[in-house]
């Protein structure tokens, strides 16, 4: 089966960065990903460990109902307005940041996302599609954002999410060696495709469920705006907002592996 392409209307920057996010679903069909829910692997660090140990993170996930917010392909000048608004509404999120133009253009934002108790994880180097290249490149994509990270804030990611979701058995071998577990995603709003805030608010409402892992990226000028909207009313819908990790507490996320 053939992936799909990204939408030849989209500006060339945005289908570079995430045109592919809408499809992991489809990709995923065709390659037969095997992927674990956040539920599973809480339960499996559940046996693991004492039940009794109490809350993980700051909020136990096997009681709450947690949903973890994940921005792609950051940093970017609308990063300092998002991390006030988190801040604001004390709220945690995973950042999956991409290195060329971003970790390298604003290594302050990436330390302050890490001081203000945000999870810093990669999104690649420079968002090529891991599939499509040779085994060398894909270890340099991965290889230099996990340096150029460890630089910045004194710990090396151990989450990473593929350009597009787009992987395979090579680079699931080559993301356990490098200490990577990979995070895909069940809410996309497609904000690639679109500058309306409401819209994009509207998306991630519907298609919210538990244990959900929302994509929204922090480059786009219609995603930051949605932010609040999507914060107050799923806070009003009884949803705890978690990192990724948090979200797999007690369990932990194992290199290599997908989660969704």
Known sequence: MKMARAPKRLP???????????????????????????SAVRKEGAAAKKADQG????????????????????????????LKILKDEKVPATFFTLGKNHIEKYPELVKRMDAEGHEVASHTWSHKILTKIGP????????????AIERLIG????????????????ITELSEELGL???????????????DSALIRKR???????????LLHDIYRGTVP?????????????????????????????PGKIYR
């Open 155 to 170: 710990k090396k990611p151990t989450l990473m999410r593929p350009p597009q979701g787009r992987t395979n058995d090579d």
């Open 204 to 214: 991630v409402i519907d298609q919210t469920k538990r244990d959900g892992i929302i």
């Open 55 to 82: 809350a993980f993170g700051t909020v136990d996930c096997r009681r709450a109902k947690c949903v973890a917010l994940t921005f792609d392909a950051g940093p970017s000048e609308n990063t300092p307005r998002l």
């Open 181 to 195: 577990a990979q995070v895909l995603w069940t809410v996309t709003a497609k904000d690639y495709t679109t500058d």
């Open 12 to 38: 060339r920057t945005a289908a570079a960065l995430a045109a592919g996010a809408a499809l992991v679903l489809a990709v995923s069909g065709c390659t037969k990903l095997d992927t674990t829910a956040p």
């Open 136 to 147: 060398a490149e894909a270890r340099r994509e991965l290889e230099r954002p996990n340096k």
């Open 226 to 254: 949605a932010v609040p909207g999507v914060i107050a009313e799923l806070k009003k819908r009884g949803y705890v907002f978690v990192t990724v990790s948090q979200l797999l507490a007690p369990g932990k996320a194992e």
